[in-house]
């Protein structure tokens, strides 16, 4: 019997987790994108091996995207869970209308009619479902408006302190300058006051000159003239002389001292 090929197949369908299930942090969307879900059995109280389901979520906002699974966008759409294969839950992908109102959407698979292994009926087997939320166009542009403002308060922070940088090496320009100025300044009084001792000291130099060529000028003129003769010539020789023994010329400036 082929609901009998299918009960491994809800067995393992039951073990699944719903990575977006009722319950937690509900995903946004935007129009234009793809929503891919996938959809696991939550209950299955009478283990149920096989049902007729139906998709069921808001036909203005999402646009189903057919699959092996899925055909059409009918507003009540038919899943037979024998074509799911082992292991595998029901995946389904939607597209976010271009024109999608902002808000939280629910999609969810409803069971319309499950059977057990024996073909009866039962109740209580159940999917999980999924709740989105899909960002207006006001919204969007909320956002971008936001993401605008901060990229504008990121520039003018930048901006401002580009102007601070730039105040700080205006300054340092300026104590260079000051310093540059003072240099100068103490240079100017090194050589004014180095020209000032040249001066003096060209005056000094002129004055004892002048000093001097007086006494040289008398010296000059007193020199070579005859004051005294000897009768006899005098021994003014070094060695042997007056270096190394008695001569006339030494007794002579000797008397005389």
Request: hydrophobic fraction near 45%; glycine fraction near 6%.
């Amino acid at each position: 019997m082929f609901l009998k090929k299918c009960a491994a197949l809800v067995l393992a369908l039951m073990m699944l987790v719903p990575s977006l299930a009722l319950g937690e942090e509900i995903p946004s969307y935007q129009p234009g994108d793809t929503i891919d879900l996938v959809f696991t059995v939550t209950e299955n109280p009478h283990h149920a091996v096989g049902a007729t389901l139906k998709l069921e979520y808001d036909h203005d906002v999402f646009e189903l995207i057919p699959s092996s699974y899925v055909q059409n966008d009918a507003p009540i759409m038919s899943i037979n869970i024998y074509g799911i294969p082992v292991g595998e839950a029901v995946p389904v992908s939607f597209l976010v209308r271009p024109n999608a109102p902002g808000g939280e959407y629910e999609i969810k698979i409803l069971v319309e009619q499950a059977a057990d292994i024996d073909e009866n009926l039962v109740d209580g087997f159940a999917f999980s479902s999924y709740q989105v939320q899909i960002a207006s166009a006001q919204d969007i542009l909320a956002a971008e408006d936001e993401a605008l403002r901060q990229q504008l308060e990121e520039a003018l922070r930048a901006l401002e302190e580009e102007k601070a940088y730039a105040a700080q090496l205006q300054e340092q320009i300026a104590a260079l300058a000051g310093e540059k100025d003072d240099a100068l300044k103490t240079a100017e009084t090194a050589t004014a006051a180095v020209s000032d001792l040249e001066a003096k000291l060209a005056a000094a130099v002129e004055e004892a000159q002048a000093t001097l060529s007086t006494y040289t000028a008398d010296a000059e003129a007193k020199y070579g003239a005859v004051f005294a003769a000897t009768e006899v010539e005098l021994n003014g020789a070094k060695a042997p002389g007056n270096r190394t023994e008695e001569t006339n010329l030494g007794d002579l400036i000797t008397d005389a001292m």
